[in-house]
């Protein structure tokens, strides 16, 4: 909804996803039935949505009980932004609020999962970080580099098996021997489609403090104090295969 929407506009938008509510002044006499459809085709559109948002989600909770916490949302949730690819920011929320979900406390890091996916697959382009613009350099310059994260990186750090039940559930992977078992994943989109990855945990601490414009000695220094064995090479081998990062490096702080 528009911040600069009138009164009744304001109202007409406000009930279409209230069901309970009363029929706005601006709905004219006879046209009750008219808004009725257009308010259930509104709903049902958002649900749509979140299906197709989400659709390792939809098939962990089954097709009746997704339906109805989705039309749920739907309601108290309106989106923010045409763009409905976007829809569902706080739909990981939801899921870890959910009593009825209680005994199944990955499904809220797996819809943040599906959502970082979604956001690497539509982020713009970016020339990523090229092996020969490390290697020319010298190692005091290096090590005080400071990098940008590519537009598609994206980090996420879990208790639970996230990776691979999300690969699971989306018909990629195998039955999940384990959901208790943490894993720390990194996507990327280094060409057309988004890739995920399990990482280990010095090696998120590593990308995370250098996505956050840490230089690379500073980086490092997270690995390490993650692991005192983090493999600091392979970890930059890895984010350069990854596309992890763009290709301007700078020294300064900005």
């Given amino acids: ?58 098939r962990l909770l089954g097709e009746t009980y997704f339906t109805g916490l989705a039309r749920t949302f739907a309601q108290a949730h309106p989106p923010a932004s045409p763009l409905l690819f976007h829809y569902g920011e706080d739909f990981a929320d939801v899921l870890a609020a959910e009593d009825d979900l209680a005994g199944y406390p990955y499904l809220a890091d797996v819809a943040r999962l599906e959502h970082l996916w979604r956001r690497a697959h539509h982020a713009r382009d970016a020339k990523v970080l090229e092996p020969n613009s490390l290697s020319a350099l010298d190692p005091e310059t290096l090590m005080a580099s400071r990098l940008r994260p590519h537009p598609a990186c994206a980090l996420l750090s879990s208790s639970y098996a996230v990776h691979a039940i999300f690969t699971a559930s989306r018909g990629e992977g195998d039955a999940v021997p384990d959901a208790a078992q943490a894993q720390c994943v990194l996507l990327t989109r280094p060409h057309f489609d988004v890739e995920v990855r399990v990482i280990s945990p010095e090696t998120h601490a590593f990308l995370q403090a250098l996505a956050a414009r840490a230089t690379l000695a500073e980086a490092a220094e997270q690995g390490f104090a993650a692991n005192p064995r983090f493999a600091l090479a392979a970890a930059i081998r890895l984010m350069v295969e990854a596309g992890a990062f763009q290709h301007k490096i700078t020294q300064d702080p900005s």
Avoid: C
């Fill in 1 to 58: 909804m528009q911040d600069n929407a009138t009164p009744s506009e304001a109202a007409f938008a406000a009930a279409l996803l209230d069901p309970a509510a009363a029929l706005p002044q601006a709905v004219k006499r006879g046209g009750q039935r008219r808004y009725a459809v257009y308010r259930n085709n509104v709903t049902v559109g958002l649900v749509r949505a979140l299906e197709a948002n989400f659709p390792a989600i939809r």
